[in-house]
């Protein structure tokens, strides 16, 4: 049986950063569930918590992968590389986690 994978992020941008980069920054994500298989979702949005345990981490993507190895291919593609690229700049920092479901 294959398992899926859940694979999240935390963005913290960095001050400065423009809605219309956070917006591209968005849109960045969503071509990547177009352009690379193996993505069966991909959700991205601004923290709306009331916990206040963002730690400053204000907007999260999660990417659902149908398998281990399609994400395993996903993390070296050149179109995820070239994304990394163009996104990295905007940060002051990310955090990635993935589990299985």
Known sequence: MKS???HIGFFKFKVG???????EVGR???SLMR???????????ANMSP???DQGYTFSFVMVFESVAARDT???HPIHQAAVVKVIPKLESVVV???TF
């Open 4 to 6: 899926q994978v859940k």
């Open 17 to 23: 950063t423009t809605q219309a980069e956070v917006d």
């Open 28 to 30: 960045i994500l969503e």
């Open 35 to 45: 352009d690379i298989p193996g993505i069966l979702d991909l959700t991205y949005g």
């Open 51 to 53: 916990e206040g345990l």
């Open 74 to 76: 996903y993390l070296p």
């Open 97 to 99: 986690c993935d589990h």
